[in-house]
């Protein structure tokens, strides 16, 4: 049987006067790697702010396997990785190894003193996102790419089960994008790691997803990969609000 991670049930959200979500229903099961995406403005931060339980929908009900989102207390479960983590400068004082360990503190508290076995638990995330070599540098003189595996190394030291990020690639050199989409890919196939992650892109994350979802207000369309791939540039141009080309997928022309 497929277990369920997320739950969204008819969510609705508004700020001041402006509804920014309207009814959106959304499953995310274990295993699964999901691309959420939308233009800048659709909604797609406020979504994740309200599935991590940050804030409470007017409308609507978020589960967290089967709890409700703002009362769920396993979060060592979920790793997050927020839009702006990968933009230390160079002066910044800390090691790739210490940002890492630093990402089991929310299981053990701040004040923790890290054991031998946290250092280990720490260099076997930054493997798996191939940067131990990196492990005794400071994070400042590191580039936004490698930063950014350095990051999710950070949500992957507590063994989480579902890896949520929003637009990780911002920052990224575009010649980096594909190898850092391919390490995504590695740790959704090999390690069993479901991934929820939000861009703005509509092509090239879409072609590692196994599901995509896109978000402008509502929900325009969810389902597996090669239906969104069915979509013609025209159908996407439409509920993304202005006219956009898929560069890298089969169905390219409108
Ligand atoms: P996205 O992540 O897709 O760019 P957001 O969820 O950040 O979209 O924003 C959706 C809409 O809500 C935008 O129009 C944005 O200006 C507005 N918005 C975001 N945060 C706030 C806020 N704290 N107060 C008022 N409006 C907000």
Same mark, same amino acid.
């Given at each position: 049987?497929?277990?369920? !991670?997320?739950? #969204? $049930?008819?969510?609705?959200?508004?700020?001041?006067?402006?509804?920014?979500?309207?009814?959106?229903?959304?499953?995310?099961?274990?295993?699964?790697?999901?691309?959420?995406?939308?233009?800048?403005?659709?909604?797609? $931060?406020?979504?994740?702010? !309200?599935?991590?339980?940050? /804030?409470?929908?007017?409308?609507?009900?978020?589960?967290?396997?089967?709890?409700? &989102?703002?009362?769920?207390?396993?979060?060592? @479960?979920?790793?997050?990785?927020?839009? @702006? $983590?990968?933009?230390?400068?160079?002066?910044?004082?800390?090691?790739?190894?210490?940002?890492?360990?630093?990402?089991?503190?929310?299981?053990?508290?701040?004040? @923790?003193?890290?054991?031998?076995?946290?250092? @280990?638990?720490? /260099?076997?995330?930054?493997? !798996?996102?191939?940067?131990?070599?990196?492990?005794?540098?400071?994070?400042?003189?590191?580039?936004?790419?490698?930063?950014?595996?350095?990051?999710?190394?950070? &949500?992957?030291?507590?063994?989480?089960?579902?890896? !949520?990020?929003?637009?990780?690639?911002?920052?990224?050199?575009?010649?980096?994008?594909?190898?850092?989409?391919?390490?995504?890919?590695?740790?959704?196939?090999?390690?069993?790691?479901? %991934?929820?992650?939000?861009?703005?892109?509509?092509? /090239?994350?879409?072609?590692?997803?196994?599901?995509?979802? #896109?978000?402008?207000?509502?929900?325009?369309?969810?389902?597996?990969?090669?239906?969104?791939?069915?979509?013609?540039?025209?159908? %996407?141009?439409?509920?993304?609000?202005?006219?956009?080309?898929?560069?890298?997928?089969?169905?390219?022309?409108?």
């Amino acid at each position: 049987m497929t277990n369920t !991670i997320i739950e #969204c $049930s008819n969510i609705s959200f508004t700020y001041e006067q402006s509804t920014v979500l309207d009814s959106i229903s959304l499953k995310v099961n274990e295993g699964e790697f999901w691309a959420l995406i939308g233009p800048n403005g659709s909604g797609k $931060s406020t979504l994740i702010k !309200i599935i991590l339980g940050l /804030l409470q929908p007017d409308q609507g009900r978020v589960t967290l396997y089967g709890e409700d &989102a703002a009362s769920f207390r396993q979060r060592e @479960k979920i790793g997050y990785v927020s839009q @702006k $983590s990968n933009s230390f400068n160079a002066g910044f004082p800390a090691t790739v190894l210490e940002v890492v360990k630093s990402g089991l503190t929310r299981k053990v508290g701040l004040f @923790k003193n890290f054991t031998k076995a946290d250092e @280990k638990q720490a /260099l076997e995330a930054l493997k !798996i996102v191939k940067m131990d070599a990196y492990a005794a540098s400071n994070i400042g003189e590191l580039s936004g790419g490698q930063q950014q595996r350095v990051f999710i190394a950070r &949500a992957l030291v507590g063994n989480p089960e579902l890896l !949520i990020m929003d637009e990780p690639t911002v920052g990224i050199d575009q010649k980096n994008v594909a190898s850092f989409y391919s390490m995504l890919n590695d740790l959704n196939r090999e390690h069993g790691i479901a %991934i929820l992650l939000v861009t703005h892109e509509i092509d /090239l994350v879409t072609e590692l997803a196994s599901h995509v979802a #896109c978000l402008n207000r509502t929900i325009h369309f969810h389902g597996p990969q090669a239906a969104y791939q069915q979509m013609d540039n025209r159908e %996407i141009s439409n509920w993304y609000g202005h006219p956009v080309r898929r560069v890298h997928s089969s169905k390219k022309e409108a």
